[in-house]
Each structure stands twice: as structure tokens, then as C-alpha cells.
């Protein structure tokens, strides 16, 4: 029966490789016998010493991801603020608020940090938990809006109070982006705008005041997709990918 090529080059195992001579110059590969002059030069060291390229792992761009998940729970949110056809009941915002606004949002904070962009963590983290603390408002098993039964005075003081707070901190946020894109700038300017008139609004108990906050945080929605989309966006898979200019 003729050998195959093949048969030549089947694996051996290691218990059947051993050497011979006085400086081992003899290899036998089972019953194969090989100088090792010609091992050598069959390798020549080539293949061997060739550096091979370090394997790295790169994120994603969390940006778009955060972006959007304030965008769509704002417009939801301001669309009953402003009573748009005559929505008044906030209820409807808690899911968006939970999953999207805060988780979501959230996340992509923790994800800008592992990019190590501490301005990113900061934004995504506190807004995403600005949403779920809003959230927790209107959910009966926390019991916070309960707690204003009977004493509106008291229960719009407590919002006032609330949006304060978060206007001090986009403030600041503001301030930090003046550096940046125009519609970066322009998303923050909107955000303190539309909690100024919350504020403003919740304090005099004014109607008009508080639509008008929502009328602003629809275009503070509008910009935050904008800013998602010039993210997102590229000459691979947009006809009208934008690059953003710093100030």
C-alpha cells in the first residue's frame, strides 16, 4: 500500500521525540531521524521572533446613547408640562423617567467613565439621576406626593425648591461648556433656561410660567438630538454628517 504525502507530517507525540549524540545533534521524531542543524534552518528563527501586534479593546461612544435618553423623556415631560392637548397628569413620564431618562442615561455616564471623560460622568450620572428622583415623586410606594395632601402651598414650594437645586448645577455645567460647540453651548443655555421658568413657575404658582418651561425644554429636547445625531452621524451612513467647530 502506497504512503500518502500526508501520512509524513502526522502529529507525534511528544513522548516519542528524543535526542542522540554527544551534543545532541540528532533528533528523532518516532521513527523519524533529523539533524538538528535542519530544524533550525527549516524555522530560522523568522517566524518565531516576529512581534505580533498588541490586541486593544475600544468603546463605543456613549454620548449619542445619553443624549437621547434626555432628549426623548424632556420632550415627553414638557409636552404635559406646556398641557399640551390639555395633558396635565404626569404619570405617563415615569416609565421614560426610570428606564430611559435615568438608567439609560445613567449608564452611558458610567460608560464615559471607563473612557475616562470626567465631564461626560458627570452630566450623564446627574442628569440620569435627576430623572429617576423625579420619577420617585409620582411613584405612590415612595410616598412623596402623598405627603403634600392637602397643602398645595407646600407641595409646589418642595418642586421650586427642586429645580433649584438642579438649575445651580446646569449653571455650573454651563459655564464649563463655553469652550465647546455652539450646539453644546446652546443645549445648556436651554436647559437653564426651561429651569429657570420651572423654578419661577412652581414658586408663583403661575400657569403660564410653567407652560412657557415647557415650550423651552421641547427645544432643549430638539438641541439634545441634535447634538446625538452630529454623534452619530458620518460620511459612511448620513448624506449630512456634520463636523462640530469648538468655540
Not at 435618553?69 to 413620564?93: D, G, H
Not at 465647546?180 to 429651569?195: G, Q
Not at 408663583?204 to 415650550?215: D, H, K, M, P, Q
Request: charged share 10%; hydrophobic share 45%; proline share 4%.
Amino acid at each position: 500500500m502506497q504512503t500518502r504525502e500526508t501520512d509524513r507530517y502526522r502529529a507525534i507525540p511528544a513522548s516519542s521525540v528524543r535526542v542522540s549524540g554527544e551534543t545532541n545533534e540528532i533528533v528523532f521524531l518516532g521513527d523519524e531521524r533529523c539533524p538538528t542543524c535542519e530544524l533550525k534552518r527549516a524555522s530560522s528563527g523568522k517566524v518565531c521572533n516576529k512581534s505580533v501586534p498588541k490586541q486593544t479593546f475600544q468603546f463605543g461612544n456613549p454620548g449619542p446613547l445619553g443624549l437621547c435618553a434626555f432628549a426623548i423623556t424632556t420632550f415627553i415631560s414638557s409636552m404635559i408640562t406646556a398641557q399640551v392637548l390639555n395633558l396635565q397628569n404626569p404619570r405617563i413620564v415615569i416609565g421614560p423617567a426610570c428606564f430611559y431618562g435615568g438608567a439609560a442615561q445613567f449608564i452611558a455616564g458610567i460608560w464615559e467613565f471607563f473612557l475616562g471623560n470626567t465631564f461626560g460622568l458627570l452630566v450623564m450620572t446627574l442628569y440620569g439621576s435627576f430623572w429617576l428622583s423625579y420619577a420617585a415623586i409620582f411613584i405612590d410606594a415612595f410616598g412623596i406626593a402623598a405627603a403634600y395632601e392637602g397643602d398645595e402651598d407646600q407641595y409646589h414650594t418642595g418642586i421650586a425648591f427642586f429645580s433649584l437645586a438642579w438649575l445651580l448645577f446646569s449653571l455650573m455645567l454651563l459655564i464649563l461648556t463655553l469652550k465647546s460647540t455652539a450646539a453644546v453651548v446652546a443645549l445648556f443655555v436651554s436647559i437653564n433656561l426651561t429651569l429657570i421658568l420651572l423654578t419661577v413657575g412652581s414658586f408663583l404658582r403661575s400657569t403660564g410660567v410653567s407652560r412657557a418651561s415647557g415650550i423651552s425644554g421641547m427645544i432643549s429636547s430638539a438641541i439634545a438630538l441634535y447634538n446625538a445625531w452630529t454623534g452619530l452621524a458620518t460620511p459612511q451612513n448620513s448624506y449630512w454628517a456634520v463636523t462640530p467647530k469648538h468655540n
